[in-house]
Nanobody, 126 residues
Framework: VQLQASGGGLVQPGGSLRLSCAAS????????MGWYRQAPGNEREGISA????????NYADFVRGRFTIAKDNAENTVYLQMDSLRPEDTGLYYC????????????????????WGQGTLVTVSS
C-alpha cells in the first residue's frame, strides 16, 4: 500500500486548504483512513479519520466544526477540507490507512494504522 498526500501550502489565518491522500496498491482491505499532524517540537496528534465500511467519521475536538473529512471510494482518496485555519494548525500533515478493524473510539489512535504517507506541510501565517 502506498499513500500520496498533497495539498499543503501557506495560507493566512482564517483561510482554507484541502488536503488529499490517494491510496494505491493492495487497498482491498482498506478499513479506515486518517489524518495526523505534527508541529515542530510537538508529538504527532490525530486530526480526523473516516471508516469506510460504515462511512463514520471522527474528529479531534480542536478541529471539530472547522475541518471536514470525506472519501472518494472510486479513487480510494480521502480529503481533508480545512476551514477557518489558525496559526496553531501549522504542521506536517500525514495520512494513514488501516486494514484492520479500528473501533470508533480508537479511530484517532495512530497505533491503529499500518500504512503511512509522507507529510504535506501546512503553514498558517500572515
Amino acid at each position: 500500500v502506498q499513500l500520496q498526500a498533497s495539498g499543503g501550502g501557506l495560507v493566512q489565518p482564517g483561510g482554507s486548504l484541502r488536503l488529499s491522500c490517494a491510496a494505491s496498491g493492495s487497498t482491498f482491505r482498506l478499513n479506515a483512513m486518517g489524518w495526523y499532524r505534527q508541529a515542530p517540537g510537538n508529538e504527532r496528534e490525530g486530526i480526523s479519520a473516516f471508516r469506510t465500511w460504515d462511512a463514520v467519521s471522527n474528529y479531534a475536538d480542536f478541529v471539530r466544526g472547522r475541518f471536514t473529512i470525506a472519501k472518494d471510494n472510486a479513487e480510494n482518496t480521502v480529503y481533508l477540507q480545512m476551514d477557518s485555519l489558525r496559526p496553531e494548525d501549522t504542521g506536517l500533515y500525514y495520512c494513514a490507512l488501516d486494514v484492520g478493524h479500528v473501533t470508533y473510539t480508537r479511530m484517532l489512535d495512530a497505533d491503529e494504522y499500518q500504512f503511512w504517507g509522507q507529510g504535506t506541510l501546512v503553514t498558517v501565517s500572515s
